[in-house]
């Protein structure tokens, strides 16, 4: 039933390394995100994909690759993995009407990234 | 570019009525939103402006002045529940929001 899911929840990592989040949304959007939110909770866009097509990509290191194998799933590779990395990463969908984003955007419950 | 400003913290007694004020400075313009985030949680849509005038959902009144570039969030009958992160939120160029840096709500009995 859950709108947007994204796993892992919870994911503790070391320095290096590379992981893989996935997102999935029910909602039958066309517009899916995704969003980073530091320490001092601020939200910043990453990514966003309009029907499996990249629209924004934010000044991210290109450390960070989003894949969308269909309109319903976003996921966020990150290769390499730096202490800076660690966040709470969010997902989020929303439809897009008229060429323009709806402004009710659905987050996923966040996946905490912790990189030691 | 674009920015919004909106205070970093507010205090408040239950029963209160706070307000929560938010600037902002953007090359388009597509509404002002809303966004409630608890701890550990996920932010959660509360209201939209496209229009310029207050808009009403139960306890939670947003008002949107564009020629100001202005809105704020007004929040009555102020519950212990209540305490959690607002955001304001822009939509420069119809794609994706841009959040302000939040505001803490800290409701107390």
């Known amino acids: 039933d859950t709108a947007v899911s994204q796993t892992p929840k919870y994911l503790v990592t070391q320095m290096g390394n590379d992981k893989s989040i996935k997102c999935e949304q029910n909602?039958?959007?066309?517009?899916m995100y995704w969003y980073k939110q530091d320490s001092k909770k601020f939200l910043k866009i990453m990514f966003s994909y309009n029907n499996k097509e990249l629209i924004i990509n934010e000044t991210v290191p290109n450390r960070f690759s989003p894949k969308s194998p269909d309109k319903a799933h976003l996921n966020l590779h990150i290769n390499s993995l730096e202490l800076g990395d660690s966040a709470v990463y969010f997902c989020?969908?929303?439809?897009?009407?008229?060429?323009?984003?709806?402004?009710?955007?659905?987050f996923g419950e966040g996946s905490w990234l912790t990189v030691v | 570019g674009q920015s919004l400003e909106q205070p970093s913290e507010v205090t408040a007694v239950e029963g209160a009525i706070v307000q929560i004020n938010c600037t902002y400075q953007?090359?388009?313009?597509?509404?002002l939103s809303w966004y409630q985030q608890h701890d550990g949680g996920a932010p959660t849509f509360l209201s939209y402006n496209a229009l310029d005038g207050l808009e009403e959902t139960g306890r939670f009144s947003s008002f949107l002045s564009r020629s100001d570039s202005y809105g704020y969030l007004l929040l009555q009958e102020l519950q212990m529940k209540d305490s959690a992160s607002y955001f304001c939120a822009v939509s420069p160029a119809g794609t994706a929001l841009i959040f302000g840096k939040g505001t803490t709500l800290s409701v107390s009995s």
């Open positions: 989020a969908s929303s439809r897009m009407v008229g060429g323009a984003t709806r402004n009710t955007i659905y």
């Open positions: 953007t090359s388009g313009f597509y509404g």
């Open positions: 909602l039958g959007h066309d517009t």
